[in-house]
């Protein structure tokens, strides 16, 4: 086991060495412009996090916009770098029609362009993660952890954002992998919390109430996985008896959660300092005109009471991720599902 | 020649006369047609559900529903109940005191109150929009203040227990509703306070002219309001067990449905207390009854929508009847 590790360790520090160095001789561009959609999401002001060391480790001055949820901003934000000269412009779209006229402007003044986020038509990269393989590989932690904990029955309350694909894709990939490891696993509840806490308390609260005979609480993000772990808390239920997988790692509730070791258990981490982090790596391929994938996936894992602070570490408020252990992560080389 | 009331004239009477009976009878109606769909609707436990989530739209309920009767909105509830929450589990955490995590909560209601009542009244600035401001300043505000979510570094019991806790096998969220419910109840059909809020909205010149600190009574009731939409975000916050920067969206919106579908007119000078609270627990009980029988939950918010226009349509109707009631 020691061995092991100690092999992964070092096959780890190789890839970071031999990319850095990689890097260290590629051409860099001198400004690289981001215009985000919603900055003040959690999820982004830690992505930002990642663009910003990754920058800062290469030299690169990184402007950011925030479109703040405004297509029409994010165009006009998308304009202003492209007239002030920056070498390449990352976009995460606020809507991807919208985000099109965007991707067309770019090409037609040979401006390298990333996607992050969601795929937009006529794009040359999209950096993201894929919501479906996150869920699946949440699904089957979950799924072992019932199996050994919890009698092998599998009961699932999942909290949505039907309005969001990529959330879709999280619960349905969640689904299909508990029932790798429990193939009789029943969907008892799926809703719509709206990706808020106080939502999904809600609804979560009023689903428990029709039928409270559920032991997986499964959230497409934190927020709604924490929001039904508070309702079932509320009704009074057993939470020795249920276990909750979050998605995404946006934030430091997870990891609070963890550290109480309590129900919640599984967390598929979507990483998105890492998320930053590939948006500047890609950014000097584009600008180096490599050949870049359509859609460059960037890490998941479903991470456990008892792994994620090999991946993050928590002092006070300020959480720090571990690069070695998250760019030793595998990753999908297309999504299962989209 | 004998003036005979038509149909419609007789309902609209009705509905002027009997505006809590008519809600009630639609609150059972909903009941039993959802109990025969489901009948766990109609447990002690889903009974409890129902009133403790109605609890905090009823008690910024109470609020509303002065302000309204004065003539006045607030559009900033559901903002400050974001801010009061964050604050409130940021102080507690700093401090380790419940009790000052809650009165500085409490404080930025009151805070708030003030700063909507002058900004109405010194500067002129009519309620609807000098709120809408508001609310944008208390969002960003929330934000500039707390980018994240502040999680519970506490572990209070004193704190988990204002949402979450009983009282014998009474939830405190509807305690506490029902005290402020029975406090302000006084207030509005008992005092002089109360009878001057009706006269400030139902003719403001004529108050004036009769020795209504009209502005005064404008600032304090401003002050209860967002002092009370700030006990609904303690208790958000002790649920959620987190202060989360972005709850009480469309908090604002959920609580004037169900105070106007209660009987308060948008135009002032009319409104009750005991048409809040039903307005209030059958726009829940919608809510509830959709998720209770599986429906698409998507229609909750078409459903909130329709019952919005039916009560703005009664309030016109008894609006337009009381200024010509037509008697056999």
């Known amino acids: ?338 | 020649m004998a003036i005979t009331a038509t149909r419609g004239q007789t309902f609209t009477r009705a509905l002027i006369l009997f505006n809590e009976i008519i809600l009630v009878l639609v609150l059972v109606l909903l009941s039993i047609l959802i109990s025969i769909g489901n009948p766990k609707f109609i447990s002690l436990a889903n009974i409890l559900n129902i009133l403790r989530d109605s609890s905090m739209a009823v008690i910024a309920g109470i609020g509303m529903t002065m302000l309204l009767i004065t003539g006045e909105v607030d559009l900033s509830i559901g903002s400050l109940v974001a801010f009061v929450g964050v604050v409130t589990m940021d102080i507690i955490n700093k401090t380790q005191s419940t009790a000052l995590g809650v009165l500085a909560g409490l404080a930025l209601g009151a805070l708030t109150g003030l700063a909507n009542g002058l900004v109405r009244t010194k500067l002129k600035v009519n309620s609807l929009i000098g709120t809408i401001a508001m609310m944008m300043i208390l969002r960003g505000g929330v934000y500039l203040y707390r980018i994240a979510a502040v999680q519970n570094y506490h572990q209070k019991e004193a704190f988990f227990r204002i949402g979450n806790g009983y009282f014998g096998f009474l939830p405190i969220p509807i305690l506490l509703m029902a005290v402020l419910y029975l406090v302000f109840l006084l207030v509005i059909n008992k005092s002089l306070a109360g009878r001057y809020l009706y006269a400030t909205g139902g003719n403001p010149t004529a108050a004036r002219i009769s020795g209504i600190n009209v502005d005064r009574l404008k600032i304090l009731t401003f002050i209860a309001s967002s002092t009370l939409a700030a006990v609904a975000g303690v208790i958000l916050v002790s649920r959620m067990n987190s202060g989360q920067p972005n709850s009480g969206q469309g908090f604002e919106l959920e609580v004037i449905s169900g105070v106007i579908l209660g009987g308060t007119s948008l135009g002032g000078g009319e409104g009750t207390l005991i048409g809040t609270l039903i307005g209030v627990i059958i726009m829940r009980i919608i809510n509830n009854g959709i998720i209770i029988l599986g429906w698409n939950q998507d229609l909750q918010i078409v459903v909130s929508g329709f019952v919005l226009i039916a009560a703005v349509y009664l309030d016109n109707r008894r609006k337009n009847a009381r200024s010509k009631i037509i008697t056999i």
């Open chain 1, 1 to 338: 086991m020691r061995k092991r590790l100690t092999i992964l360790i070092v096959v780890a520090l190789l890839v970071v060495f031999t990319t850095t160095l990689a890097f260290a001789q590629a051409k860099k561009p001198k400004r690289v412009g981001w215009v985000g959609n919603y900055m003040m999401h959690e999820w982004y002001q830690s992505l930002q996090k990642g663009m910003k060391a990754r920058a800062a480790d290469l030299g690169i001055e990184l402007e950011i916009a925030d479109a703040n949820l405004d297509m029409a901003k994010q165009v006009s934000f998308a304009e202003d770098f492209m007239a002030k000269g920056v070498d390449v412009l990352i976009i995460s779209p606020v809507q991807t029609e919208g985000a099109e006229a965007i991707v067309k402007k770019a090409k037609a003044e040979g401006l390298p362009l990333i996607i992050e986020a969601s795929a937009v038509k006529g794009m040359t990269t999209l950096v993201a993660i894929c919501d479906y393989d996150c869920g699946f590989k949440g699904g089957v932690e979950t799924g072992k952890y019932v199996k050994a904990k919890l009698g092998g029955k599998a009961r699932i309350l999942a909290v949505d954002l039907p309005m969001l694909r990529p959330c879709i894709l999280r619960v349905d990939g969640f689904y299909d992998g508990i029932r790798t490891i429990i193939p009789d696993a029943v969907m008892v509840h799926r809703i719509d919390g709206q990706g808020l806490k106080d939502k999904a308390l809600q609804v979560a609260t009023d689903a428990l109430t029709k039928d409270s005979n559920v032991n997986v609480l499964y959230g497409c993000n934190d927020d709604s996985a924490l929001g039904a772990l508070q309702a079932y808390k509320a009704a009074g239920l057993d939470t020795k008896k249920v276990v909750v997988c979050g998605t995404g790692g946006e934030g430091n509730a997870f990891i609070k959660a963890m550290q109480e070791g309590g129900p919640y258990q599984v967390e598929a981490a979507m990483f998105p300092e890492a998320v930053g982090y590939e948006c500047i790596n890609m950014a000097v391929k584009l600008f180096n005109n490599e050949t870049v994938p359509e859609h460059w996936v960037t890490p998941t894992f479903a991470l456990t009471q008892s792994t994620w602070n090999k991946y993050y570490t928590l002092k006070g408020e300020v959480r720090t991720i571990n690069w070695t252990a998250v760019n030793a992560l595998k990753r999908e080389s297309k999504c299962s599902k989209n």
